[in-house]
């Protein structure tokens, strides 16, 4: 090899080894900066403890004084007993899940900004039971999770509990206020709530409302001083307490409701015309109740059994209960599922009069599945329609005390079933309008005099 080769190679490799060492910051800085990402992320997700009579606070994750462990989103909590504590003061504290493990604790929530708990709360191994605090506030967008033998538990001391998942959240825990009649929980996200337990059973609570777009399942006993339904639907299979209820979408009750302290009506409030009321249970069921409409023709009431092929229990309702108002009537009362899949029964109070444009009475497909609304007072409406195309009959009966019906009364037209459309009176009765001027009744039954 000639000395000029050899020269060429040893410059070019000198202009290479300079470029690698120009390049040598810059690789160090990418390297530095994906391991600092790394160790962000494993910090971010790390668990956290809280001993006991300890507070977190933002700038101290695990509340032991030393501020140099800032609370993160991904920080995972693990609380062993005693008191666990956060203080958010004014700005808000989010954290991915709370978990009792050892022993039971007692969890005290301060500050204006509250805790967000965007994963899960748990207590299958040990109780949880946390107290919100009148300044604060809690939020959880996952679920909640106890056991047979353990318990979660909230304590709303006037604060708001907010339950915001975009899916479906299943809650198991007990919701009530602190002997103060308040607390407020609140209903938000797209995603399908289900609570599982008791809400209000030792304390009733001030209120709660369902934003918009947001369904909601209580299978529990529930007390509330004022429920406001915005969002899709409500659902309540247990005992409902509660003093007023407004109603914007779509309410199912299945089960006996009475105002919050047990001694007098409810007041269920139709404020829309599509606010939509179904008194749904299987079996019979007592309601204390006054449905309402904020103008007259808004809304629909629903009534029909939740078993099919077989008979419908009936809703009763009790002491003063009322539905609707001379000038402010009802728009729609529908007694058995209007596609004759489940019968409905309503027993009315001597003394309170039933105001509604339309009154629809429909038998079921079944021959056990007759329908029927039985007037103990006044009816007021513009045209009530007894339907009978399946094997069952629909019946409008009168018992009691003397009755005035008001409105036409006809059957539905179209094919007649096996079933009846009937008129029961055991009591005076006077039709103020005609009786089946537009289809025919096919029985009447008297045991009284009408007029």
Known sequence: ??????????????????????????????????LGSTTAIQQSARAISIAN???????DANGDTNANDTI??????????????????????????????????????????????????????????????????????????????????????????????????????NIDSDNGNDGIISLTGA??????????????????????????????????????????ALEFNGALGVNTMNINTTVDINAATTNEAATNEAALILNATGAILNLNATGDVAQDVIITATTTNFGAINIFDETEDAAGGITTLSADSLIGANAKRIGTINIGKADGTKAGNIVGVDGAAIFARDINITGGNHAAEDSSISAMENVTATAITLSATGAADAVFKTLTAAVTVTGTVDSASGTDGLGFTLIDADVATTFVNNVGATVAIEKMDIAAKVD
């Open 1 to 34: 090899m000639t000395n000029k080769a050899i020269n060429l190679m040893v410059n070019a490799t000198i202009d290479s080894l300079k470029n690698l060492i120009k390049k040598l910051p810059k690789f160090f800085a990418i390297f530095g900066l994906a």
């Open 53 to 59: 009579t300890l507070t977190a606070l933002a700038a």
């Open 72 to 173: 993160t989103t991904g920080m995972q909590y693990n609380v062993a007993g005693g008191n666990a504590n956060f203080n958010s003061a004014s700005t808000e504290i989010a954290i991915t899940s709370i978990t009792s493990t050892a022993a039971d604790t007692a969890m005290d929530i301060a500050g204006a900004g509250g805790v967000k708990v965007t994963g899960n709360l748990t207590a299958v191994i040990k109780d949880l039971i946390v107290t919100i605090d009148s300044a604060s506030k809690f939020e959880l967008v996952g679920n909640s999770t106890d056991s047979a033998t353990e318990n979660m538990g909230f304590i709303l001391e006037g604060s708001t509990l907010t339950f915001s998942g975009t899916s479906a959240q299943n809650i198991d825990m």
């Open 191 to 232: 995603g399908k709530k289900t609570f599982d337990d008791a809400i209000g059973s030792s304390s009733e609570l001030g209120s709660m409302t369902a934003a918009a777009s947001t369904d909601a399942d209580f299978e529990d006993a529930v007390d509330i001083k004022i429920v406001t339904v915005n969002g899709t």
